[in-house]
Structures are given as structure tokens and as C-alpha cells.
């Protein structure tokens, strides 16, 4: 069915939820009401968003207009305490299949967890709000979707010139594990079989954004995954790209902050698992971190000191959090 047939589809059964604009405890109730309605979704794909500047709003147009064969739903899960995107939402109700939960928590990972109980679709993604989709984004990743063998697919992502960004991607389709998925995943790339998420309970909500460990969630989801029962299967493809803006450079005071945050979550993740492949990947990180802090270069090496200092807070504050049950506030 196509996108806008589909949107007037779903709008006149939304008009009994308020324009499809739910809290998270009438999950249970819409999902009944969205199967009956339509049960072939390929793609979900759960936004969390908080003080929007804009950004969902290029998200979301980047999404109009994709291939009306490719069936995919949008999820928006808004944390903001007030009602700044709900015209924005509703803009879109005709022209995209959308759903948007009011939630009263601040916290991506509890977010995306609630976004992805309330998903149709045989997978769920997690883009950032602030990401772009090109138009060949989801069909590259429907794609591999198509492998019954594969419970997880990844992309990169790109800077507006099209370079890749925030990690050193591979540059060939692999199959990941998780002694290699640090170069091969981020949580805005991330496609996995809805089942197989909640079957592991989505994301630990004690990372990621506006948690205590402000990142590393699909780092610790993966590395879940990789360690369960099951014999997981992950695809890194870099044809799945998203455009994704480019935070650091500038080196600078603010740079420096945010690798101590997102070295305290990788620190904790350590902590938490201390499995071989994390520890490795935590020894990797220091040795390189502290070479970059020799070369004395500024804000640069000052980042780098941060992430140090960040690795070992955060594997002193995981140790409390995940061994002895002691989380600080």
C-alpha cells in the first residue's frame, strides 16, 4: 500500500487517539487497534526526541516521499514536558504513518524502549532526530532484511559532504561479532529484529542519553546479544548510510566534556560486563587515548585527558552500579 494511502488509513482510526498521539500507557490498547488495521510493516522506526531546535522536522521530511513499496512506520516518543512538536506531528499524519507517545521521563533508552513495545514492524530502528535518511537508506537495508539468517543490520553514518563520521567505519560489507562490532555499530544505524530486542528487554536504560551513563547503549545491547543463547547473526553494511552531523572538531572546552560523559558510560559498560572482548576494547581505548594526550595538542589532548579520566570514573561508578547495586544520583 502506499505511504499517503496508508497515512489517510491509519488518520481516520486516529481520530478516536487524538490524532494518533498516545502516552505510554495506551500502548497495549493502540497496538490492538494498529494490527487489526495493518500487519505488513517492514520498518519501525522509534525517534526519541527532547528539546527539539528543528531537527525532527528534517528527519521527518527526509523520510516523505520514500519508496511507496517499502512499508515503515515512524515513532516518535517526545520527552519534552511541553507540546512544542505536536503541530509538527500532526503535519505529517497524511503524509507519513506515524505515531507520537507523550511520555514524563527524560531518558533515550527508556524512550526507545517504549517506542519499540508499541512497533509494528518486524524490525526496529532507532534514528537520531537530527539524522537525514537518503532516499536509499531503508531500501538497502530491506535489503538485507530479506536474509532470514540475520537478527541485526548496521550502517554508517556520513557528514554532509558524504564522508563517513563518528567512528572509522569499515569500508566492505561484513559480518560482525562482537570481538569487531565497535567499528561496525551506533544506535542511529542500528537495525534489529523486533523480536529478538524485546526478547532481551530492549536497552539498558542505565545508558545513553539523559541516563546516568549518558552513552554506550547499543554497545551494551549488542554485546547482550553476542552473549546470549542464541546464535546471533549481525550484518554491517556502509550502503546503509545516514547523514549525520559532524560534533567534533572543534577541539574545545565543549569537546572535552563530552568525551568525559561518553567515556563514563564506556568505562561503565566495562564495569558491567567484564567480558575479554570489552575489557579489550577498554585497554584500546586507554592506550589510545593516552597517546593522544603525549602529543600534547591543545583542547585535543585536554579531550583525550577527559576520556581517561571519564574510563576510570566510569568503571569505579559500574563497578557500584552493576556489582554492588549502588547507583549514584
Known amino acids: 500500500m502506499h505511504g499517503k494511502q496508508r497515512g489517510r488509513l491509519l488518520s481516520h482510526n486516529a481520530r478516536k487517539l487524538g490524532h494518533r498521539s498516545i502516552n505510554d500507557f495506551q500502548i497495549d490498547s493502540f497496538k490492538t487497534m494498529a494490527a487489526n488495521t495493518q500487519k505488513d510493516v517492514l520498518f519501525s522506526l522509534v525517534v526519541a526526541t527532547l528539546q527539539d531546535d528543528g531537527e525532527l522536522d528534517e528527519f521527518l521530511a527526509s523520510t516523505v516521499g520514500l519508496d511507496g513499496?517499502?512499508?515503515?512506520?515512524i515513532i516518535v516518543v517526545d520527552q519534552n514536558k511541553d507540546n512544542r512538536i505536536s503541530k509538527l506531528i500532526k503535519s505529517y499524519e497524511n503524509k507519513l504513518d506515524i505515531l507520537h507517545i507523550k511520555v514524563n521521563f527524560i531518558g533515550a533508552s527508556r524512550a526507545r524502549n517504549v517506542g519499540a513495545r508499541a512497533a509494528r514492524g518486524d524490525w526496529v530502528?532507532?534514528?537520531?532526530?537530527?539524522?537525514l535518511f537518503f532516499p536509499d537508506t531503508l531500501l538497502e537495508a530491506a535489503r538485507l532484511a530479506r536474509d532470514d539468517s540475520l537478527q541485526v543490520i548496521t550502517g554508517k553514518t556520513v557528514d554532509e559532504t558524504g564522508a563517513g563520521n563518528l567512528l572509522r567505519w569499515?569500508?566492505?560489507?561484513?559480518?560482525?561479532?562482537r570481538w569487531n562490532m565497535f567499528s561496525c555499530l551506533t544506535e542511529a544505524t542500528l537495525f534489529i529484529r523486533?523480536?529478538?530486542?524485546?526478547?532481551?528487554?530492549?536497552f539498558d536504560?542505565?545508558?545513553?542519553?539523559?541516563?546516568?551513563?549518558?552513552?554506550?547503549?547499543?554497545?551494551e545491547l549488542m554485546n547482550r546479544l553476542f552473549s546470549g543463547p542464541e546464535n546471533i547473526r549481525a550484518c554491517y553494511s556502509p550502503d546503509?548510510?545516514?547523514?549525520?552531523?559532524?560534533?567534533i572538531p572543534p577541539w574545545n572546552k565543549w569537546a572535552a566534556k563530552r568525551f568525559y560523559e561518553y567515556a563514563k558510560a564506556?568505562?561503565?559498560?566495562?564495569?558491567?560486563?567484564?567480558?575479554?572482548?570489552?575489557?579489550y576494547f577498554g585497554i584500546r581505548s586507554a592506550a589510545s587515548a593516552t597517546l593522544q594526550v603525549l602529543r600534547i595538542r591543545g583542547w585535543r589532548s585536554a579531550a583525550f585527558g577527559?576520556?581517561?579520566?571519564?574510563?576510570?570514573?566510569?568503571f569505579i561508578s559500574g563497578i557500584f552500579t552493576f556489582h554492588l547495586k549502588i547507583q549514584e544520583r
Open 170 to 177: 569499515k569500508s566492505k560489507q561484513i559480518l560482525f561479532d
Open 125 to 131: 530502528g532507532f534514528p537520531d532526530d537530527d539524522c
Open 240 to 247: 546503509i548510510r545516514m547523514q549525520h552531523p559532524t560534533k
Open 69 to 73: 513499496n517499502l512499508i515503515f512506520e
Open 205 to 219: 536504560e542505565s545508558f545513553g542519553p539523559g541516563a546516568f551513563f549518558p552513552a554506550a547503549e547499543g554497545m
Open 266 to 279: 564506556d568505562g561503565a559498560l566495562i564495569a558491567k560486563s567484564m567480558k575479554p572482548n570489552i575489557i
Open 194 to 202: 523486533r523480536d529478538a530486542f524485546l526478547n532481551i528487554k530492549g
Open 306 to 314: 577527559a576520556r581517561l579520566a571519564g574510563l576510570i570514573w566510569g
